[in-house]
């Protein structure tokens, strides 16, 4: 299938195996099931996760990076609950690796993302957004959303790629003007309503590092007619994510009820129509097909 066949093209940027699932599965989902044309790269291949089955747990970050091999066939599978049949892994799988979190020994590794000169690993973008050529650009804020290194350095080269793309005397292939760059985002309101705060340090959903201030949400897609698939996708990270029900926990045992609404900020682009509460519903709003 040509990737210019769907007159409409997203193309969604995350850091790790497992982040499409959980900020954006259900969006995805959707404009997949819709018919649109839904990208997907990795930046790495997750190698410093934290892995939570017992019987799973020799797969812990080693010299052999063997969690990271085991976590493509985790995204595979994933993508494939979510109906996304284009993903791809940034430069290659493995070109860069997990950075682990901000402070950690492994942020120093030369290998790691957090590490990466962002030309360089733009220019790898660059390559997927003029083949697919994507009217939206979906990725995390400068933030990361809660300050994780390879979440805010895919920012940083997503927002890269996507000033270059436009730049005929940058890289190969056509320049192509991307309509709207988006980040996700999760109300502050939203993280009180979802969260179950546990015993230990957080005792409020501030304290848990993620989260906006409501206003800068510009946008809500209700996608819950996929919630199913995103679950789907969310269980299919079983290193990462234990699912009961509709709620979810990573390996910090955080639960978070898992919904079909997802929410982003525009960063770049004309915000289009709005519905009452004045959020887009829709990241192809305005654009004209």
């Known amino acids: 299938m040509s990737l210019l066949g769907s007159d409409r093209r997203v193309l969604f940027v995350h850091a790790h ?3 499409e699932s959980i900020g954006t599965g259900a969006t995805m989902a959707k404009y997949a099931a819709d018919g649109a044309q ?5 930046c790495t291949l997750g190698e410093e996760g934290e892995v939570i089955p017992a019987e799973l747990r020799y797969l812990a970050a080693d010299k052999e990076d063997r969690l990271g091999e085991f976590r493509i066939n985790e995204l595979a599978a994933a993508c494939a609950a979510l109906g996304v049949r284009d993903h791809r892994f940034l430069g290659a799988p493995g070109r860069w690796r997990d950075s682990g ?4 020994p492994s942020n120093e590794n030369p290998r790691c993302f957090w590490q990466a000169d962002v030309d360089e690993a733009a220019e790898a973008l660059l390559e997927v957004v003029r083949e697919v ?3 939206v650009i979906v990725t995390y804020d400068d933030n990361g959303l809660y300050g994780h290194p390879d979440h805010i350095q895919a920012h940083r080269v997503a927002w890269r790629s996507f000033e270059m ?3 005929p005397s940058v890289g190969a292939g056509e320049p192509w003007t991307v309509a709207k760059f988006y980040a996700t985002a999760v109300p502050i309101s939203v993280v009180r309503r979802v969260v179950e705060i546990p015993e230990g340090p957080f005792e409020r959903v501030e304290d848990l590092g993620f989260g906006v201030p409501d206003e800068q949400v510009t946008t809500v897609v209700d996608a819950g007619d996929h919630l199913d698939a995103k679950l789907a996708a969310l269980r299919a990270h079983r290193t990462q994510i234990a699912v009961h029900g509709r709620f979810f926990a990573l390996s910090n045992n955080v639960g978070q009820q898992a919904f079909g609404a997802e929410y982003y900020t525009l960063l770049s682009g004309e915000r289009g129509p709005a519905a009452a509460d ?5 990241l192809f709003a305005g654009i004209a097909l």
């Open 133 to 135: 050529r994507p009217q």
């Open 17 to 19: 195996p497992d982040d």
């Open 165 to 167: 793309a436009a730049d």
């Open 278 to 282: 004045g959020r887009e519903t829709d």
């Open 101 to 104: 979190m901000m402070g950690a």
């Open 38 to 42: 839904v990208t997907l790269v990795t």
